[in-house]
C-alpha cells in the first residue's frame, strides 16, 4: 500500500513563507502522479498542484500560480519520492489542513491515494 506523509504546516504571519513536504513510500513512484488540495474550515476540499506522471509537468490552480512552487524528487531506484509545495506571500485565506494526495494521473477532484494532512495558519 501506497503511504503519503505529509508535513511542514505551521502557524506563519501573513506574508510569510512555509514548504510542506509529502514523503511517498510503498510502491515504484516512475509513473505516480502526486497532487497538493487543501481544505479550510466550512469550504470544500480544493486542489492546488500536481506533478503528472507521464511527464512531470506541473499544473497549478489559477488562484495560487505564482504564489505557490510545488517539485518532486525521486530516489535513484523510485521506490521513494517526496514532493514538496514553497507557498510564499501567504494570506489568511490560505489557512487549512493540506494533504498531499497521489495516483495515476493529475486530478484536482480526487485522486487515488490520500495521506493525513497538515494544518496551515496564517494569521493576519
Known amino acids: 500500500d501506497v503511504q503519503l506523509q505529509a508535513s511542514g504546516g505551521g502557524l506563519v504571519q501573513a506574508g510569510g513563507s512555509l514548504r510542506l513536504s509529502c514523503a511517498a513510500s510503498?510502491?515504484?513512484?516512475?509513473?505516480?502522479?502526486i497532487a497538493w488540495f487543501r481544505q479550510a474550515p466550512g469550504k470544500e476540499r480544493e486542489g492546488l498542484s500536481c506533478i503528472s506522471a507521464v511527464d512531470g509537468e506541473i499544473y497549478y490552480k489559477h488562484s495560487v500560480k505564482g504564489r505557490f512552487t510545488m517539485s518532486s524528487d525521486n530516489t535513484k531506484n523510485n521506490v521513494k519520492k517526496t514532493a514538496y509545495l514553497q507557498m510564499n506571500r501567504l494570506k489568511p485565506e490560505d489557512t487549512a489542513v493540506y494533504y498531499c494526495?497521489?495516483?495515476?494521473?493529475?486530478?484536482?477532484?480526487?485522486?487515488?491515494?490520500w495521506g493525513q494532512g497538515t494544518k496551515v495558519t496564517v494569521s493576519s
Open positions: 494526495a497521489g495516483g495515476s494521473y493529475c486530478s484536482f477532484v480526487s485522486m487515488e491515494d
Open positions: 510503498g510502491r515504484t513512484f516512475s509513473d505516480y502522479a
